[in-house]
């Protein structure tokens, strides 16, 4: 019996992992960055040099550990 691999994302079935791989990342990848990429967007950004926070980081300062540094 040959085992049936099912795509998470779209349920299309394959007999080889590289088969779906091929197919995961032709269908499902680029979305899959679109979406980490979203998911950075909505992150907080230092006020200074907008770079990429932590929510727990900008609670405290509203600013990145650098700018922090630079300002002190
Ligand atoms: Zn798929
Ligand atoms: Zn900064």
Redesign the pocket.
Same mark, same amino acid.
């Given at each position: 019996m040959r085992k049936i691999i099912k /795509?998470s994302? /779209?349920n !299309?079935e394959f007999y080889h992992g590289a088969e779906y791989r091929v @197919?995961?990342e032709e !269908? @499902?990848l680029s979305l899959f960055i679109k979406r980490e990429q979203m998911e950075k967007e909505k992150l907080p950004k230092c006020d200074f040099c907008k770079e990429v926070m932590t929510y727990e980081e900008y609670e405290f300062y509203n600013i990145c550990k650098d700018c922090l540094e630079k300002i002190v």
């Open positions: /795509c994302q /779209c !299309k @197919h995961w !269908k @499902h």
